[in-house]
């Protein structure tokens, strides 16, 4: 049987499939996709716990608002997530960012709207 599979690895590469020096070379004129901007609070909660805030720039030019990290938990997928209060007074809003397996924090959507426990 594994003579079998690597007479097929033999057939791709002179097929130019196989990875191999006759592979097929990456396409002229693409342009990658522009980088992606750093997110404010992202960086944010990366080096924030908990209980703590501070004020945060939404965007360059923008007046920055107060973000507090209300709390920390981890998702049914294992995920650190931490739960963000920005803005303050009447209409404050929540965000929910979760720590992705590279080590980068990224926004996610919440599950529940609401939220499932009853906070004071």
Known sequence: ?????????SSLSSMGLGGGSGSV????GVEMPPPRMADPLANFVATTLPGNGGLVAPAEGQAPV???VVRGYNSAAGRECRELQVGQGVAPRAAIY????SGAW???KPLLRGGAVARP
Do not use: I, N, S
């Open 1 to 9: 049987m594994a003579g079998l599979a690597l007479a097929g690895c």
């Open 25 to 28: 070379p990456p396409a002229r």
């Open 98 to 101: 979760c720590k992705e397996p």
């Open 106 to 108: 990224a926004a996610v």
């Open 66 to 68: 107060r973000v507090q």
